[in-house]
Structures are given as C-alpha cells and as structure tokens.
C-alpha cells in the first residue's frame, strides 16, 4: 500500500519504509524488472551515510588494473554518482545502459524491498551505516539545500528532528534500514559485508584493503608495495573529491527532474558534527531511541 505523509508531500510509505515519491516509481519497476548481471556488486546504504565516498573507493579499487600510464580514473573528471548507476533511478526504467565492465550499482532501497532477483542471483552486497545523529544531521542539510533549488520552504532542524525520531526520513525508519542489512550480513556473511562510515575513517587502509579482496580483486604484494592502497586513499579523499573541479561546479542528473549540484554531495565529511546542530538533549533522544530499537541485534554502532 502506497500513503503519503501530509507534511512531507512528496514522501510516500511503502513496505515499511518512507521513499521520496520521485524514486518510488523506480523501486517499483526495479522490484519487477531488474535482473542482475551475477558479477554484480550492490553498493547499499541509507542516504547521508558514506554512500559517495564508498562509490568512489569501489570504482576506484576495481578499475585499477585498467589504468596504466597516462589513464586517469574517472573519478576526476565525473563525479562518484556518475560513476556508479543508482539503480532506482538509473536501471530501473532502463536495464540495458549499463557499463558492464564496472560491476558496481548502487541502491538505497532497504534489504526487505531489494527485487527478489537480487537476493536469490547470489550477487555480493556492501552496506554502509553512520551513526544516526550524523546522519540525520547530513540528511537534513541534503533536503534543507534541495528545497531551497526548488524554492520550497526547507523543514526547520526541529521539524524534521521529530520526524526522524519517529521513522520518517528517506528511505527510513533508520533503524530498520540498519537493520535489514545487518541481520541479513549475520546470515550471509560471504555475501554481504557490512561496515560504518567511522570504522572506515579510522583506518580506510584496512578497509580498502578488506573492500578488495570482498570484491575478488586483492592487491597483489607488488601493488602494495607500490603504494596502491593509498593512492586509492587519496584519489578518495573528502579534499581531494570535493575540490575537484566537477564535484565544485558539475550537476548531477543534469536535464532531468533530479538534477542536483555534485557539492551538495561533499559538507564536512567528519565524526560528530551532529553536536554543532543538536542539543545533547536531542542527541540522547535519538541515542535512547537507537539503542532500543537495536536492542538484541548484536550491532552497536560508533559514536
Ligand atoms: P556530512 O554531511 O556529515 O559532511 P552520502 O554520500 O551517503 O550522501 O553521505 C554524505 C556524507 O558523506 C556527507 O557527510 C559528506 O560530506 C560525506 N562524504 C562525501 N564524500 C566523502 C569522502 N570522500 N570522504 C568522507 N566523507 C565523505
């Protein structure tokens, strides 16, 4: 059943979850359409979560052996969105575009609601999560800078603080986003690897190097000597990304209804910048409301 929430007129609850109304046409057809390719890798998160910077390091880590010399990645000339499809939005309507020599597609769509396809080709699955506090905070600068290109009055901090504490955010209940993909990583751990944003932050070299070898292409002793994992690192890099020239200036999903600047993508990129906007009053709410709902998951998430 498909309802929309009278304050958010352009959300719409479906299966559980809130969905922008301008994607849920696209999850709907992906639910009956999509057919993966069985070297597909799903790139998987909530919004606000990492999801670019994961893009980036994974078309980064598996384009690597076909740049040689003067090739460049693309990474510097098209931003990390443009790289990899999103599926709602980019293959849905459209299976047969696609650049089959990047497995890579990425989706926000929780696991319940993944096409069945997906979930019985067997196809790998990397899940990214955030703390809530920071998330919800990124999430709400995404929406405030959208509603202004559109000129609608963006919701107030409070407004859309209350909403996400009672589930209604994009592509949320948070937490059952989180959830899905964790208890689902529990039961296929060869087939779904599931990490947080901070763990990533603390040491991206174990995890570039974790991503590699998930996705069946680990860098060789001679790669690693040559300082492959941290040129990878770098290309990554919130300052490298966010100062390139097509993430300052470019538009993602230029001509279409979704068009949207490619440094709307890039804020601060740190830990704990959700104490600059909420109180501690807040951010123990959200804290109690997480740590109820992931009560006897196993999964507690940095701070
Ligand atoms: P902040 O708003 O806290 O700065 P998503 O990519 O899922 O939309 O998540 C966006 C968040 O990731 C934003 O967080 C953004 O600044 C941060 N981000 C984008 N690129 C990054 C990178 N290369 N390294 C670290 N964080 C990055």
């Not at 009055?153 to 996400?164: G, K, N, W, Y």
């Not at 097509?246 to 230029?254: E, I, L, P, R």
Request: charged residues 20%.
């Amino acid at each position: 059943m498909i309802s929309t929430f009278p304050r958010v007129k352009r959300w719409s609850y479906y299966e559980g979850f809130w969905y922008s109304t301008m994607f849920l046409e696209g999850i709907m057809s992906a639910q009956d359409h999509f057919i993966p390719q069985s070297t597909d890798i799903f790139i998987t998160s909530c919004p606000k979560t990492g999801t670019t910077w994961l893009k980036s390091l994974t078309f980064a880590i598996c384009t690597r052996s076909r740049l040689s010399g003067s090739s460049a990645s693309a990474l510097l000339t098209k931003m990390p969105h443009d790289c990899v499809p999103l599926l709602e939005h980019d293959l849905a309507q459209n299976p047969i575009k696609r650049d089959c020599a990047v497995p890579l597609v990425s989706t926000h769509v929780p696991y319940s609601c993944l096409p069945k396809s997906i979930i019985s080709s067997g196809c790998k699955i990397i899940y990214i999560c955030r703390d809530a506090k920071d998330a919800f905070v990124s999430f709400w600068y995404f929406i405030a800078e959208l509603e202004r290109s559109r000129n609608v009055q963006p919701l107030s901090l409070e407004e859309a603080f209350e909403l996400f504490c009672n589930g209604i955010s994009s592509y949320g209940p948070y937490w059952d986003h989180v959830l899905g993909y964790w208890r689902a990583s529990l039961e296929f751990p060869e087939k779904i690897l599931f990490l947080t944003y901070e763990e990533m932050k603390k040491d991206t070299a174990a995890h570039v190097k974790k991503l590699a070898e998930f996705m069946g292409c680990s860098f060789t002793l001679e790669e690693e000597e040559e300082g492959e994992v941290q040129k990878i690192i770098s290309m990554c890099s919130f300052q490298k990304l966010s100062n390139l020239e097509v993430n300052k200036n470019g538009t993602h999903q230029a001509d279409t209804p979704f068009a949207i600047k490619n440094s709307v993508f890039f804020r601060k990129g740190e830990i704990g910048d959700w104490a600059n906007h909420l109180t501690p009053e807040m951010g123990a709410r959200l804290d109690g409301i997480m740590e109820q709902k992931l009560k006897g998951s196993g999964l507690k998430l940095p701070r």
